[in-house]
């Protein structure tokens, strides 16, 4: 695991994982609470938060890979290297 804090390379690292099409983003586990949205996970130092208003919801872990996108990126299944919203 990804010992916190995080780095603000590590934060921009996992961020991109967030917004990579083809990953396994990382969401909220209190998402019962607002079953509207899957609350995607926004990485900062200390932790993954919650972006849905209202929701306090923080996650302390994350797989180190996760953080490194030289290491996965090239895992892209489409071999586009694209990042949505990047
Ligand atoms: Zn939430």
Redesign the pocket.
């Known amino acids: 695991m990804l010992e916190l804090p995080w780095t603000e390379k590590q934060v921009d690292g996992l961020n991109q994982w967030q917004a990579a099409s083809w990953t396994e983003s990382y969401t ?1 586990e ?2 019962s ?2 079953p509207l949205d899957p ?1 995607i996970l926004v990485a900062r130092t200390d932790g993954w938060h ?1 972006p ?1 208003e209202g ?1 306090t ?1 923080v996650q302390k872990w994350a797989l180190v890979v996760t953080a490194h996108p030289e290491w996965w990126m090239y895992q892209d299944p489409n071999k586009t290297g694209a990042i949505s919203g990047a």
């Open positions: 909220c209190e998402r609470r607002h609350g919650c849905v929701c919801y």
